[in-house]
């Protein structure tokens, strides 16, 4: 099985930065590919990015230009590199991997970007 764990959420002006961390740990060869989601208060769990062991990337028309999804292999880890943070941002990022086995989620860092 595989463990992800979710770093680096936390408060911040709109217009600024944030880079978010998700390492993975256990069967780590298995993984397929790495997500980003989040969920705003009341709301879905949405896509964020997402990219495969290929290097294949996708991203929300809503992030599009404001998000870049990256891997280091090496650490086993992904990152989401947001900047021009707005309000609407505001959400639970949670960490996804797809791997042999499954699916695993990590518990979430909260992003909160103040108007």
């Known amino acids: 099985q595989v463990q992800v764990v979710e770093s680096g959420g936390g408060l911040v002006q709109a217009g600024g930065s944030l880079r978010l961390s998700c390492a993975a740990s256990?069967?780590?060869?298995?993984?397929?590919?790495w997500g980003w989601y989040r969920q705003p208060p009341g709301k879905q769990r949405d896509l964020v990015a997402s990219?495969?062991?290929?290097?294949?990337?996708i991203y929300a028309d809503s992030v599009k230009g404001r998000v870049t999804i990256s891997r280091d292999n090496t650490k086993s880890a992904v990152y989401l590199q947001m900047s021009s943070l707005k309000p609407e941002d505001t959400a639970v990022y949670y960490c996804?991997?797809?791997?042999?086995?499954?699916?695993?989620w990590g518990q979430g860092t909260q992003v909160t970007v103040s108007s």
């Open positions: 256990g069967s780590i060869f298995s993984i397929k590919a």
């Open positions: 996804n991997v797809i791997h042999y086995y499954g699916s695993s």
């Open positions: 990219v495969t062991s290929g290097g294949s990337a």
